[in-house]
T-cell receptor, first 111, second 120 residues
Framework: GQQLNQSPQSMFIQEGEDVSMNCTSS?????WLWYKQDPGEGPVLLIA???AGELTSNGRLTAQFGITRKDSFLNISASIPSDVGIYFCAGQADSNYQLIWGAGTKLIIKP | ETGVTQTPRHLVMGMTNKKSLKCEQH?????MYWYKQSAKKPLELMFVYSLEERVENNSVPSRFSPECPNSSHLFLHLHTLQPEDSALYLCASSQFSLDRGRTATNEKLFFGSGTQLSVL
């Protein structure tokens, strides 16, 4: 079946640093999504991408839909303590298909 | 507050118990989902109820039984679970809509806070 490879699995960074993570697939997706899960909560949608090459920002977060339609990237600039959590990518091959999820990137900020 | 409420937040049960998880959404959505979340693994879709139809993942054991009495409420009935069923169970909802009469969109999921289940 379809799988998403999300990396890195975890990141230890200093407050103020920029963060990059990505998802790759062997299949083409028409939609890419990035969700964040805070400790003790369910995932919350951060950014949705619908076109190859699309670059979309949400505050300090920027996500890109890869040109090949097989990957996506999420960048966080100037990280702050509330950025800690697990970031999930998800892809959708067609609008009536269910989402395929990555295994998550756990972001930990060193005090 | 996402508009999706799950109870209980935590549940410990023995392998011979029967329990139910409850989910309620206040968003007016027409689709509801159960997901299983295990550490360091992708979210696993268990069941979907959308437009009054049920779609299920065929790999989900029969000891998990969903019930959706209306578009706002969703239950997951549990019986004779195994220790490997210990996980976070997430409920989600979304709105199916027709895009120019051609397709339905369901990618924007709203999740509850989950039920952390431990099976002893």
């Amino acid at each position: 079946g379809q799988q998403l490879n999300q990396s890195p699995q975890s990141m230890f960074i200093q407050e103020g640093e920029d963060v990059s993570m990505n998802c790759t697939s062997s299949s083409i997706f028409n939609t890419w999504l990035w969700y964040k899960q805070d400790p003790g909560e369910g995932p919350v949608l951060l950014i949705a991408l619908y076109k190859a090459g699309e670059l979309t920002s949400n505050g300090r977060l920027t996500a890109q839909f890869g040109i090949t339609r097989k990957d996506s990237f999420l960048n966080i600039s100037a990280s702050i303590p509330s950025d800690v959590g697990i970031y999930f990518c998800a892809g959708q091959a067609d609008s009536n298909y269910q989402l395929i999820w990555g295994a998550g990137t756990k972001l930990i900020i060193k005090p | 507050e996402t508009g999706v409420t799950q109870t209980p937040r935590h549940l410990v049960m023995g392998m011979t118990n029967k329990k139910s998880l409850k989910c309620e959404q206040h968003l007016g959505h027409n689709a509801m989902y159960w997901y299983k979340q295990s550490a360091k693994k992708p979210l696993e879709l268990m069941f979907v109820y959308s437009l009054e139809e049920r779609v299920e993942n065929n790999s989900v054991p029969s000891r998990f039984s969903p019930e959706c009495p209306n578009s706002s409420h969703l239950f997951l009935h549990l019986h004779t679970l195994q220790p490997e069923d210990s996980a976070l169970y997430l409920c989600a909802s979304s709105q199916f809509s027709l895009d120019r009469g051609r397709t339905a969109t369901n990618e924007k999921l709203f999740f509850g806070s989950g039920t952390q289940l431990s099976v002893l």
